[in-house]
């Protein structure tokens, strides 16, 4: 089935963005329309409703039109991989930093991308956490990075995708304390304390850290950022080169790729993936390179 005989079914998460997605049904069937793009809506009621109904569309070789954010996104692919579907963005979450990697980062551009769609078959990352199994699309994080996603998913004043994320960066440092972790990298191992490891399928996360710079979604490899424990200070000082991507250089960080990553601390750390909580460590991480055929804009930085 050519991309454009398959039916477009819009999927819209209302609680993404904190209510954002809902909001904008109505904008997106406008602009869908103007475009010339046949399709219908469902509106999700759970995020178990989301998997499934995109699992059904798939089945169906539907393209899977998300009206959220990178949560969502990963909640559609779960439900979308092995079968004969594709996944579309339309962004309306909080941060939105999958559809900017895929160059759909308006909803303009995801409308144009959807009436003339161009499907490319991505890698997601098959993550263990227990007897948790599932997929991601963008990047998952261990240590420092999941404890700030805690603390930003509690705070009631919402100041914007990264102002959050900032806030929760300050609230979160002065009662931080590094793990010490093992980790495997295919046939390397790596042990000491440290702040955050971070397994990236696409560049960014948080609304613009280019925390795996270089990752890209179709090389069938992972993008680890493994940042060595260092003083508060040092972090607070650091941390801003990451929405420019030159932390990269810094003497604490460490990027390598890897297709299989093994990730375990000495005390309980949570893994988030996607934005979305997967549970404590230890966790596995292993690319499925091409697994998820994906409709991409005209300049997407991270198809490369």
């Known amino acids: 089935m050519g ?9 819209a998460n209302p609680t993404a963005g904190r209510g954002k997605a809902g909001r904008l049904i109505g904008r997106v069937d406008a602009l869908l329309h103007r475009q ?20 059904e569309l798939g089945e169906r070789g539907a393209i899977v039109a998300v009206l959220g954010g990178d949560g969502s996104a990963g909640l559609a692919a779960n439900g979308l991989v092995g079968t004969a579907g594709a996944l579309a963005m339309l962004p309306a979450g909080t941060a939105d930093d999958f559809a900017r990697s895929l160059g759909v980062g308006t909803l303009t551009a995801a409308a144009r991308a959807l009436a003339r769609p161009n499907v490319v078959a991505i890698d997601v990352v098959r993550v263990a956490v227990g ?47 590094p793990a010490r972790f093992r980790i495997e990298l295919d046939d390397e191992v790596v042990e ?26 179709v090389d069938g490899e992972l993008d680890v950022l493994l940042l060595r424990a260092l003083s508060k200070g040092a972090f607070l000082r650091a941390f801003p080169k990451v ?62």
Not at 38 to 55: G, K, Q
Not at 267 to 291: H, N, S, T
């Open 3 to 11: 991309a454009l005989e398959r039916p477009i079914v819009v999927l």
């Open 36 to 55: 010339g793009v046949p399709h219908e809506f469902r509106v999700t009621e759970s995020a178990e409703h989301l998997t499934s109904l995109a699992r």
């Open 131 to 177: 007897p948790e199994r599932r997929v991601f699309v963008n990047v998952a994080g261990a240590g420092f990075d999941s404890e700030v996603n805690e603390a930003a998913n509690a705070m009631r004043l919402r100041l914007g995708s990264t102002g959050t994320y900032i806030a929760a960066v300050v609230r979160t440092l002065p009662r931080f304390a």
């Open 192 to 217: 000491g304390p440290h702040m955050l490891v971070v397994v990236g399928n696409a560049p960014s996360y948080g609304g613009g850290m280019r925390v795996t710079p270089d990752a890209s979604i």
């Open 243 to 304: 929405f420019r991507g030159t932390h990269v250089r810094h003497p604490a960080v460490r990027l390598v790729r890897a297709r299989r990553v093994k990730v375990e601390a000495d005390r309980r750390v949570q893994v988030y993936a996607d934005g979305e909580r997967v549970g404590p460590l230890p966790a596995i991480f292993e690319v499925a390179p091409a697994a998820l055929p994906t409709v991409v804009g005209p300049n997407p930085r991270a198809v490369r």
